[in-house]
């Protein structure tokens, strides 16, 4: 239920978009993971949300980091796969394909 009121709150007064495929990875460093299916990433007025393919197992309960790789590109694609690390033992713990990116804007004021 709080990660879902993190969801509902960073979301609130913005207008969702047509999904996207990829966006710059300096956005990465905005990233919210709000549970195993749902990674937010932050620029200005817009929140994409990333509903990663099958879901990102264990990213969601906070033990575990996501790990996103760029090869020759400075962007985070639509069938990107990821690796989540664990925090405490730094081994990698499964991995997951990202999928569209929703871009959610805040209007103008």
Not at 20 to 47: E, K, N, Y
Not at 72 to 97: E, R
Request: proline share 8%.
């Amino acid at each position: 239920v709080y990660k879902r009121q993190e969801l509902t709150e960073a979301l609130a007064g913005r207008t969702p978009g047509p999904p996207v495929r990829c966006i710059p990875t300096f956005r990465a460093d905005r990233m919210q993971v709000i549970d195993d299916w749902t990674i937010l990433f932050r620029d200005g007025r817009t929140v994409y949300v990333q509903n990663p393919r099958g879901g990102c197992p264990g990213l969601g309960n906070g033990g575990r980091t996501l790990v996103t790789r760029t090869f020759g590109g400075s962007q985070l694609c639509d069938g990107d796969i990821n690796h989540t690390v664990d925090l405490v033992s730094g081994f990698q713990g499964g991995s997951c394909v990202f999928g569209p990116f929703v871009p959610y804007t805040k209007p103008k004021s």
